[in-house]
């Protein structure tokens, strides 16, 4: 069974600093995303990677992927109030497709 | 730019009534999903839908579940006799399928308040 693990759950911290999400997956998956959600609404497709080494980068956020590690990142850079929400990591599953969802992040910066 | 769309966007109904949770996803999308989330926790999967047949189901996704898609937009989620825990977000999802991966689209959300 395909577990993902994000960590950590919550994270609080001050504007302008740096700080990294990590979502740890337990089998073999070429294909990861990242979805931001604010309180009481939908979930938004921030980042699609596809293969080991993939990079993408979006104002202040850089999400990468690394298969053979299992491990995939979403930095913050320079962190603003803006960025405040909740981060979902979810593998795709090679077999059928499907999405297995982390627990989430729950990330509040302060001004 | 197209859009998932949910109605209604909250549901109250009472313990052992039917719900039917609509949604209209975006019309060149070939997959339909639904997920639910209880307040503060993590996405669960439901069930996926294609070519007019659910492809994968969860756990979750028991008998007093039902999914349909009536017509050439709608994609309906019908829960046969509600239960207090089922009270949660259900949010549809659609995806094209490019081959390469399947990235989702969420719909609004539903909130269901069983009482």
């Known amino acids: 069974e395909l577990k993902v693990e994000q960590n950590p759950l919550f994270l609080s911290m001050q504007e302008g600093k740096n700080y990294t999400i990590y979502c740890n997956y337990s089998?073999?998956?070429?294909?990861l995303y990242w979805y931001r959600q604010d309180p009481g609404k939908s979930l938004e497709s921030l980042f699609v990677?596809?293969?080991n080494g993939a990079v993408k980068q979006e104002g202040r956020l850089m999400a990468s992927l690394d298969t053979k590690a299992r491990l995939s990142t979403l930095h913050i850079t320079a962190a603003v109030h803006d960025l405040s929400a909740t981060y979902f990591c979810a593998v795709e599953m090679d077999s059928n497709y499907q999405l297995i969802w982390g627990a989430g992040t729950k990330l509040i910066i302060k001004p | 730019e197209p859009e998932v769309t949910q109605t209604p966007s909250h549901q109250v109904t009472q313990m052992g009534q039917e719900v039917i949770l609509r949604c209209v996803p975006i019309s060149n999308h070939l997959y339909f999903y639904w997920y639910r989330q209880i307040l503060g926790q993590k996405v669960e999967f439901l069930v996926s839908?294609?070519?007019?047949?659910?492809?994968?189901k969860s756990e979750i996704f028991d008998d007093q579940f039902s999914v349909e898609r009536p017509d050439g937009s709608n994609f309906t989620l019908k829960i046969r006799s509600t239960k207090l825990e089922d009270s949660a977000m259900y949010f549809c999802?659609?995806?094209?399928?490019?081959?390469?991966?399947?990235?989702?689209?969420f719909g609004p959300g539903t909130r269901l308040t069983v009482l």
């Open positions: 990677l596809l293969s």
């Open positions: 839908f294609y070519n007019n047949e659910i492809s994968e």
């Open positions: 089998t073999t998956s070429d294909r």
């Open positions: 999802a659609s995806s094209e399928w490019a081959g390469l991966y399947n990235e989702q689209f």
